[in-house]
C-alpha cells in the first residue's frame, strides 16, 4: 500500500520539538523529509537519554525517525545558494525559528516564495509570525505558564505544575501538520501556496477549554484544582489498595449505576447530588471523601473491572512501564522497533493515525549527523569533503 503523503518533498529547518513532531508524521506517511541542520548538528542531538554506545539521543531520535539528515551553514554564501537550489522543487519548508531570524537569514516566507511560488512555508515558533513578542525565544514550559495551563495545573495549597509531556511542542507540532494539511488541499483547489504561523503561546491558550468561557460567561477565574473538574463529579482520582484509579462519571444516568456499584443508594435521593450541576458544587467533601474509602478497600484492576462492566469510565494510573506494555498499547502497534546505525534497536512509540488505506510507518532510523549530504546535494565524496573543510557542510 502507498501512503498519504508519498511524492511529497518536504524541506525541514527545524530543531528541538514541536517543529520536528511536525515534519515526523509527515515522514511517517511517506513525505520525502530532508532535515537540515546547522554543522555539527542540532541542539536536542544533546538531549538525554544519550547512548552510551553511540553517543545517540533517544529524543532526538523518536521525533526524526523516517528523515534524511544533512547539514548546511546557512550563514555562508555557498550554503544559501545550496538551499536556494533545494527548495526549488519543495512542495513544503517547515521552520521553527523565533519570530524575524528567517528574514535575517534571508530564507523568510517572502524570500522562498519568489524561488517557489507554490510552496507551503509553515512556521512553528513560541509566540508567532506577529505580535509585540514574537521576537521572544520559547520553550515548552514557558508556553505553559503563559498560556494559562500551569495555574490551572495541580494543587491549589502547592505550586503551580507543568504538565510533564511538552504540550505546547507537541500540539503546536500537531497544528503545523494539521496546517500542512488544510494548505495541501488549497494549493491542490488553486494552485497556491501559503504562509502557516502556528504560535506555543497560541496552542496552549486554545487548550484551556472550559477554563475561558468560565471566566468569559461565568465572571471568575479558574485556580488549580488538582484532579477535581470544574464541570463533572465525580471526575477525579483515588488511591486504591495497589495505586490509583481515575474515574470519570460524566452524566445522571452513570452516577445513578454509580451510586449503586459502591452500595450508597441514597445518594440518589440526597438534593446535593440529584444532577451534574449539584454535584459538581458540593462534590467536596462529603462525596469525594466517600469514593475515597470505598476504592480502598480494592485494588486498581478490581475497580477497573467493576467499571468497565458497568460501563462507566474508569482506568489505572500507569507508570511508563506498564503502560507500554499494556496489551491495547501493543495491539495497536504503538510500540515498534527500529534498527539504527550505530545505537542498534530502537524501541519507541508508533504512528498515532489509523489510515485503512494509506497507513502510515516506521521505515528508518534518524539520520546520523549530515548522512544523507552527498544524496541530497548529489555531491562526490571529495565534494562533500570541500564543502566540509570550508565550513559550508
Not at 521553527?96 to 507554490?118: A, C, E, F, Q, S
Not at 510552496?119 to 513578542?133: E, H, L, N, R
Not at 503561546?201 to 475561558?212: P, R, T
Amino acid at each position: 500500500m502507498g501512503k498519504v503523503f508519498e511524492g511529497l518533498k518536504v524541506v525541514d529547518l527545524t530543531t528541538a520539538l514541536n517543529g520536528p513532531f511536525c515534519t515526523m508524521f509527515l515522514g511517517d506517511y511517506g513525505a520525502d523529509v530532508i532535515k537540515i541542520e546547522p554543522v555539527g548538528g542540532e541542539q536536542s542531538r544533546s538531549w538525554g537519554p544519550i547512548d552510551e554506545k553511540s553517543g545517540e539521543s533517544g529524543f532526538y531520535g523518536f521525533v526524526n525517525r523516517n528523515k534524511k539528515g544533512c547539514t548546511l551553514n546557512l550563514k555562508s554564501e555557498k550554503g544559501l545558494e545550496m538551499f536556494y537550489e533545494l527548495v526549488k522543487d519543495a512542495d513544503v519548508l517547515v521552520e521553527n525559528y523565533r519570530g524575524g531570524v528567517t528574514k535575517r537569514l534571508k530564507i523568510d516566507y517572502d524570500t522562498i516564495k519568489k524561488i517557489n511560488p507554490n510552496i507551503i512555508y509553515a512556521s512553528g515558533s513560541g509566540f508567532g509570525q506577529y505580535g509585540p513578542i514574537t521576537h521572544r525565544p520559547c520553550y515548552d514550559i514557558v508556553a505553559q505558564a503563559m498560556g494559562g495551563m500551569l495555574n490551572l495545573t495541580g494543587f491549589k495549597e502547592n505550586d503551580p505544575v507543568k504538565v510533564g509531556p511538552s504540550v505546547a511542542d507537541h500540539v503546536a507540532g500537531i497544528y503545523l501538520m494539521v496546517g500542512v494539511g488544510m494548505a495541501l488541499y488549497h494549493r491542490e483547489k488553486t494552485g497556491e501556496g501559503q504562509h502557516i504561523d502556528v504560535s506555543m503561546f497560541d496552542v496552549i491558550f486554545s487548550l484551556l477549554e472550559n477554563a475561558i468561557v468560565n471566566y468569559t460567561m461565568g465572571g471568575f477565574i479558574p485556580e488549580r484544582n488538582g484532579n477535581v473538574d470544574p464541570s463533572i463529579a465525580p471526575f477525579d482520582v483515588y488511591a486504591c489498595k495497589d495505586g490509583f484509579v481515575a474515574l470519570g462519571v460524566g452524566n445522571d444516568k452513570l452516577f445513578n449505576k454509580f451510586a449503586n456499584i459502591i452500595g450508597h443508594p441514597e445518594l440518589l435521593e440526597d438534593e446535593r447530588y440529584k444532577d451534574n450541576v449539584s454535584r459538581c458544587d458540593n462534590y467536596i467533601p462529603d462525596l469525594q471523601n466517600l469514593i475515597r474509602e470505598w476504592c480502598a478497600d480494592y485494588k486498581k484492576g478490581e475497580i477497573e473491572e467493576i467499571m468497565d462492566e458497568a460501563g462507566i469510565p474508569c482506568g489505572p494510573v500507569l507508570n511508563v512501564k506498564e503502560a507500554i506494555e499494556h496489551p491495547h498499547i501493543q495491539a495497536r502497534d504503538m510500540m515498534v522497533h527500529c534498527e539504527h546505525p550505530t545505537v542498534g534497536d530502537m524501541y519507541f512509540q508508533g504512528c498515532v493515525i489509523k489510515l485503512s488505506e494509506t497507513p502510515g510507518e516506521v521505515e528508518t532510523a534518524p539520520p546520523l549527523v549530515g548522512q544523507h549530504n552527498r544524496e541530497v546535494f548529489g555531491l562526490s565524496e571529495e565534494e562533500e569533503k570541500a564543502l566540509i573543510e570550508e565550513g559550508v557542510l
